[in-house]
């Protein structure tokens, strides 16, 4: 058996791009939606059995019809192949009130064949070319669905997840129950997993304590042969057996993916007649997208030349550059933060399919008056601390003074 595991699509992430003249539609959206179509073509070419996308299709609760249309065009051409799909509910496809449908809704109320739309935590026999697969899914899932008023009565916000974490962890043990051992097994989340290894890339949180976070212990069941997750944008392997994988976001969304490798995972399940077990094999399968690139600068005081400067920072990073969401970040003293000439760093950087440029515009420190207030220290003591900053020698500090006092009480005689 040959499933394909993605997650985290994201469709209406239009930042760091334009309007495509030919379609009218945002060239951001086009270049996740050529990662999708490139996943198509392979899962229409490569046999595959299943389809695990393990949630957040969309960047927002109420996604336009725009995004909606292009996703079901992609599903639509899997369900024409006859190839099941399993779409798990993330957090990103909840709508912001109960009773409301999730983004995803619609393909189990028109009946689209051979998609299966996970809303809630169930165990699902999917019926595929090479047999039966059974997939317990973990969708994500609100406090208010897990626990009442009850439960939360007088508790704080970290007995309250503490909560919460049991509850999902009693779900996984229950779907394992209800496994049977002949047939492939498969769990799919959308859940935050604290791993010692966990990598996050583009979806930061404030803290992780301020959502639920499961162990890897309670979510690595020897019950499942493999366990597919969505919710962290960064691709990688939590464990080896069972695997447990994060597929990552299926395109680079933001500078946070900017190092990250994008695409998705391809897992064999196969009999094993020595051990009558089944043996699991997975491979990342990596897609070339728009690529996002920061070129760092960072300028001194003494440069008589700071446009030659970044221009050949600029230029040594040409190819890189071209095609790419390029960040140029200056780091520029104040000194010399107006020897800049805006037409020609863009003109530099017009190759790029989109850039932005940031300056961080570094003052020195200053002197700080100690036990005095600005109203309160004289001209010759301000002379005297400025010169103990600048660690002038006493010799040479004495001399200055002499002159600064004589100016001072003297100015018209100067």
């Not at 595991?5 to 309007?19: K, M, R, S, T």
């Not at 229409?44 to 996308?53: A, C, E, G, R, V």
């Not at 019926?127 to 697969?133: A, F």
């Not at 003494?302 to 390029?326: F, G, R």
Request: charged share 25%; aromatic share 6%.
């Amino acid at each position: 058996m040959r499933i394909l595991h993605f997650a985290d699509l994201h469709l209406g992430v239009e930042n760091c791009g334009h309007i495509d003249p030919t379609t009218g539609l945002s060239t951001r959206l086009l270049d996740i939606l050529a990662s999708l179509d490139h996943l198509v073509d392979y899962a229409l070419n490569n046999k595959i059995d299943l389809i695990l996308f393990c949630g957040d299709a969309y960047k927002n609760r109420e996604p336009s019809q725009t995004h909606q249309r292009e996703f079901a065009k992609r599903i639509s051409r899997l369900s024409d192949a006859g190839i099941p799909v399993l779409l798990l509910t993330g957090n990103h496809d909840l709508p912001n009130t109960m009773g409301r449908a999730t983004s995803t809704e619609i393909f189990s109320t028109l009946s689209v064949k051979s998609v299966y739309v996970s809303s809630r935590p169930e165990v699902i026999k999917i019926p595929t070319k090479s047999g039966i697969v059974q997939v317990a899914s973990l969708p994500w899932l609100r406090r208010g669905a897990m626990l009442s008023r009850e439960d939360t009565h007088n508790l704080n916000f970290e007995q309250i997840n503490e909560r919460m974490q049991a509850s999902l962890n009693n779900i996984i043990a229950d779907h394992a129950g209800k496994l049977n051992p002949a047939l492939p097994a498969v769990l799919a989340a959308h859940v935050w997993v604290a791993a010692p290894n966990l990598q996050v890339g583009s979806e930061r949180m404030m803290t992780i304590g301020q959502e639920h976070a499961l162990l890897l212990s309670n979510v690595a069941s020897p019950a499942f042969d493999y366990i597919a997750l969505g919710h962290i944008h960064k691709g990688q392997v939590l464990n080896s057996n069972p695997p447990v994988v994060y597929a990552g976001s299926l395109a680079k969304l933001d500078f946070g993916d900017e190092k990250d490798e994008k695409g998705f995972w391809i897992i064999d399940i196969e009999p094993d007649a020595q051990t009558e077990k089944r043996r699991v094999s997975y491979e990342f399968h990596p897609i070339k997208g728009r690529r996002f690139l920061t070129v760092d600068v960072t300028l001194d005081k003494q440069d008589i030349s700071p446009m030659n400067t970044i221009l050949q920072a600029i230029a040594q990073k040409a190819e890189a550059v071209k095609d790419a969401i390029v960040r140029l970040q200056l780091t520029v003293p104040s000194e010399i933060e107006g020897q800049f000439n805006d037409l020609e760093i863009k003109n530099a950087l017009k190759s790029a399919h989109f850039f932005a440029i940031t300056r961080d515009v570094k003052r020195e420190a200053r002197v700080r008056l100690g036990r005095w207030s600005a109203e309160e220290v004289t001209p010759l003591d301000a002379l005297k601390l400025w010169l103990e900053t600048k660690n002038t020698t006493p010799e040479r500090t004495e001399i200055l003074l002499d002159y600064g006092r004589k100016l001072i009480e003297n100015p018209d005689n100067q």
